[in-house]
């Protein structure tokens, strides 16, 4: 059998341009046909021209990740803001929120030095931001958020009420100023910040200027009402970030605070972050699993819910890898731990959480450009209002300052900035409590322009559990046992699937590998190794080293057409046997693919088997294409074809093997990543369990999100503008500006990213 330079293993061409054998998607990067009949498309010079002249490092999102960094959530980018968390240090060395509960316990140094820096180096302005968080437990009344907007809101109630029954105006106005002094307090001292130290124009600064202005030109009412709506307003902006925070934390929580430790044969409590590698942990029924490791004795079913998303308990037993936060159970469990507590899967989710703003969709960017010129151009307005009338046209300078004023109070843009990452953090932390990881909101965004997902068939569609399910002699010097032994000794060193099956096999018979040496892979085909000195080969159907194989095409698609893959092993004379071995498609594949195309997605699966044993399992699915007998190159090639024809590409895979292809695709989505450092660490977009029904959820999730910011934008631009053009004709008064242009569309903005969390996946 000869090299195919196509994609049909049946073709023996040696330059093939059949538009059929490629599925009819052509290489030429200009050509917009699907399918494509044009021959002249279908040479490779064309695709490796656009590749020698493409830079595929902007797809390639991997980095280097500093899980000891802490990251603040923030959600509104205003001067203001920015201002009060550069002031905000924090000196944790890690991201263990759970950590500081227990310090009197602990007498280690580094916690020692944390209490005495958190005592002594926090400043003013982060005293002030811890109170205007809602305490937990505690009655609404005694938050100073709430004592403040109660005092000002019954003290502005009382003067409105003494203006209309034509009270003396002195008291009346001064019950106004010491409402508007107790609302505007804060107020004024963020826009001082903001002017002296960071030399930036705040809103905080706008809302002084007008209301300082509203009581200089005979408004005091509305003085106390800008002070009054702004401070709420912006408390609502502090809450919905303590709130997105909290989700984040609650994470966190998931994991004990401690964690009991086998010494002998006595036990001790102790923090998790004083147990070290290797120490035992004792896990009763009911308790949570304190740190990630391995059963070293017992057996129970997990809920890995906390994790994996996956609410049905998975049965564990001795060996079985288990992960903090999870929880046992039934059984009395020893676990033996394998990571620091900061290095658990966990921990790790939550920094990953962390620090998933920092990769901004190009809304959020666009968002905080428009931010820039947003409030300069408005206060530009303001003035042009205030000033050309009086001085043009002679109008009363009393009446235009108060619309310039309500311009100005209009003009603050913290609904607008919050409009877009409120909602992010929102989809974000409700993807990871569902069992998948996103790393950044830019990938939440670039999801719903996916138009082609690229799957692997091993491991992604089917279990990657293969099974060892016949050995056909073909050489009579040979038992099956010798076989087996000759082929286990060459895949002893492979994690390959295949090798795992027959690696099983041979432990569960009882047969003995041998010692392998010049051991050789040869990509896609195969691996050679010697083995009492004779050489031996384990391969698939393609040609070794000129070895030739004494057996028939239609033998081999026997096997083929039962969705077995075959590995023929031989020496430098024969074929002494042929193994197959088998793997199950994964429950519900067929419903996610059904559900993929139903949104317009093309499922395209890619594979080393061959032909017949990659068509039985994409005709089973339904998938729109398949590529067959592909070598690791072959995949990378495939991927940048199909991205050159259908537009942005997904690629499903495992992290590891599938690494380089998850790199180069617009989206790469690792699976099983709760068991591997390295899926979470690769992919854009990681699947905790090993599971590919999520996909449709985040198909869902990433179009009903941008859906609900696309929202937010349009709310907010649309009553910015309205209320200009009303403020301008004197059609509404400057309290319904700061009331509804500003605290109303705040609350307005973040009520309907909320909405965001119900999303719900679409197979269940």
């Known amino acids: ?453 690229i799957l692997d068939k091993t491991g992604t569609l089917t279990e990657g559990k293969l099974v060892l399910t016949n050995i056909e002699i073909k050489n009579e010097e040979f038992t099956k046992e010798e076989i087996i032994k000759i082929l286990a000794s060459l895949e002893h060193n492979s994690s390959h699937p295949i090798a795992k099956a027959i690696l099983n096999y041979a432990d569960e018979n009882n047969i003995s590998y041998g010692e392998i040496t010049d051991f050789r892979n040869v990509a896609g085909k195969g691996i050679i190794g010697v083995l009492n000195g004779e050489e031996y080969y384990a391969a698939n159907e393609s040609l070794i080293e000129g070895s030739e194989f004494n057996i028939s095409r239609e033998e081999i698609n026997n096997y083929s057409r039962k969705g077995e893959t075959i590995i023929c092993l031989g020496n430098s004379k024969s074929v002494i046997g042929i193994i197959t071995v088998s793997d199950k498609i994964r429950d519900g594949a067929e419903d996610v693919i059904s559900d993929l195309k139903k949104q317009g997605v093309k499922t395209v699966m890619l594979t080393g088997d061959n032909k017949l044993a990659g068509e039985k399992v994409a005709n089973e699915l339904g998938l729109d294409y398949v590529y067959t007998d592909l070598l690791p190159e072959d995949k990378l090639n495939l991927l940048d074809t199909i991205r050159n024809k259908f537009g942005d590409v997904a690629m499903v895979g495992d992290g590891i093997n599938d690494a380089p292809a998850l790199a180069r695709a617009n989206i790469g989505i690792a699976m099983g990543a709760a068991g591997s450092e390295v899926a979470i660490e690769t992919a854009d977009i990681a699947l905790m369990q090993d599971d590919i029904s999520k996909l449709p959820y985040l198909f869902t999730l990433s179009r009903k999100t941008m859906g609900i910011i696309s929202q937010n934008i349009a709310l907010a631009i649309t009553i910015k503008i309205l209320f200009v053009i009303l403020a301008t004709l004197g059609l509404i008064t400057l309290m319904m500006s700061v009331g509804i242009g500003d605290l109303g569309l705040t609350l307005l903005v973040i009520l309907n990213s909320f909405r965001i969390s119900r999303v719900k996946d679409p197979l269940f």
């Not at 003290?155 to 002094?181: K, M, Q």
């Not at 007008?210 to 408390?235: D, K, Q, R, T």
Request: aromatic share 8%; glycine share 4%; hydrophobic share 35%.
């Open 1 to 453: 059998m000869k090299n195919n330079k196509c994609y049909d293993s049946d073709c023996n061409k040696e330059e093939c341009y059949d538009p059929k054998h490629y599925n009819f998607i052509c290489f030429n990067p200009d050509c917009e046909e699907v399918p494509c009949t044009n021959k002249d498309h279908y040479k490779r010079e064309l695709l490796h021209e656009h590749q020698k002249n493409t830079d595929f490092d902007v797809f390639d999102h991997r980095e280097e990740i500093d899980y000891n960094e802490d990251v603040e959530i923030s959600i509104c980018g205003c001067p203001d803001c920015d201002d009060d968390k550069d002031n905000d240090n924090h000196s944790h060395d890690h991201d263990h929120e759970h950590e500081h509960d227990h310090h009197d316990e602990c007498n280690c140094n580094h916690h020692k030095e944390d209490n005495k820096n958190s005592n002594n180096d926090n400043n003013e302005d982060e005293d002030e931001e811890e109170e205007e968080l809602l305490a937990e437990g505690k009655p609404l009344i005694y938050n100073r958020p709430i004592q403040i907007i109660l005092s000002s809101g019954i003290l502005f109630i009382i003067g409105h009420i003494l203006e209309i029954v034509s009270f003396n105006p002195t008291i009346t106005n001064t019950i106004f100023i010491i409402s508007a002094l107790i609302g505007g307090y804060q107020i004024a001292i963020s826009a001082y910040k903001s002017l002296v130290k960071k030399h930036t124009i705040g809103p905080s600064l706008l809302m002084c200027i007008a209301c300082a202005a509203s009581f200089i030109i005979g408004h005091p009412e509305e003085g106390a009402a800008v002070a009054l709506l702004y401070f709420i307003a912006e408390f609502l902006e502090d809450y919905s970030e303590h709130r997105a925070k909290h989700s984040i934390k609650s994470l966190m929580e998931i994991a004990p605070d401690t964690a009991c430790v086998k010494y002998g044969d006595t036990e001790k409590i102790i923090p998790v972050d004083d147990v070290n590698v290797g120490d035992i942990v004792i896990v009763k029924p009911g308790d949570k699993i304190p740190l990630d490791g391995y059963i070293s004795q017992g057996s129970s079913s997990i809920n890995q819910a906390s994790i994996t998303g996956e609410s049905l308990p998975v049965h564990k037993q001795v060996s079985d890898e288990v992960f903090s936060g999870t929880v046992n159970e039934e059984g009395y469990l020893e676990i033996t731990v394998t990571k620091k507590a900061k290095d658990s899967v966990i921990s790790k989710i939550v920094t990953l959480v962390k620090r998933s703003q920092l990769h901004k969709s190009e809304t959020e960017t666009l968002v905080d450009k428009i931010a820039k010129y947003y409030t300069p151009i408005m206060i530009l307005i303001s003035i042009c209002v205030a000033c050309i009338p009086p001085l043009l046209f002679n109008e009363d300078w009393n009446t235009w300052i108060y619309k310039a004023l309500s311009i100005m109070v209009i003009s603050c843009p913290c609904a607008f900035l919050i409009s877009t990452p409120v909602g992010m953090v929102s989809s974000i932390t409700a993807a990871t409590k569902k069992g998948v990881l996103i790393k950044g909101s830019s990938y939440v965004e670039e999801m719903r322009n996916i138009k082609a997902v």
